[in-house]
């Protein structure tokens, strides 16, 4: 059999086929190529960008936090320097008081119960109107009079010390705050009255 030209172009669109065939599968080969390519690409831009924007955020975060926290401290400050500035008039006030003076020196100089009672009163009124956790009265050598919580002959030296130099300087004194051992932080205001008769 020979072949015929019918033939020959059958084995000619079978090779073009086949040819064909041959280059869709390179060409579909060659695309998942570009595409592992693409996507390599794509991944080698997005995870770092990512990482970027977290880092970005946390630190946005971080950054917030602390603004927040210096906020905070301060409003904090600031209500403690009022704290102070309010213990200070409490202070400058007992110091300024003419009938606080007068009862005292009426009591120690003549030994009037009625001075010392008003006296006492008034100290303890100031307490609790304030919240003070104590108040100590005590003579011009430092000697303890009467405190509030009713324990008069007991006294840190220190705060002792404190009076008698408000007493010899007639300036009043802030302590540095206590630690007590079972209580709460404290300050320790002092101050002196008026001269009696001044």
Do not use: C
């Not at 060409?27 to 924007?53: C, F, Y």
């Not at 946005?60 to 403690?80: F, V």
């Amino acid at each position: 059999m020979k072949p015929t030209q019918l033939d020959a172009r059958r084995n000619h669109a079978a090779g073009l086929a086949v040819v064909l065939g041959y280059a869709t599968t390179l060409a579909a080969r060659d695309g998942w190529r570009s595409l592992r390519k693409l996507l390599l690409l794509a991944v080698a831009i997005i995870v770092p960008l990512t990482a970027a924007l977290i880092h970005y955020e946390m630190s946005r975060h971080q950054d917030e936090k602390a603004r927040d926290l210096r906020t905070i401290a301060a409003l904090k400050l600031g209500q403690i320097v009022d704290w102070l500035d309010e213990r200070q008039g409490d202070a400058d006030l007992l110091q300024a008081s003419i009938s606080l003076a007068d009862h005292y020196g009426r009591w120690r100089e003549r030994g009037d119960r009625a001075g010392r009672d008003q006296l006492i009163d008034h100290l303890e009124q100031l307490r609790i109107s304030k919240k003070y956790q104590n108040v100590w009265l005590l003579d011009e050598q430092g000697a303890p009079l009467w405190n509030s919580a009713g324990d008069a002959e007991i006294i840190e030296p220190k705060l002792q010390s404190a009076a008698l130099h408000a007493v010899a300087t007639r300036q009043q004194g802030l302590l540095p705050p206590v630690d007590a051992v079972g209580s709460r932080m404290h300050i320790d205001f002092v101050t002196t009255l008026q001269p009696w008769g001044a």
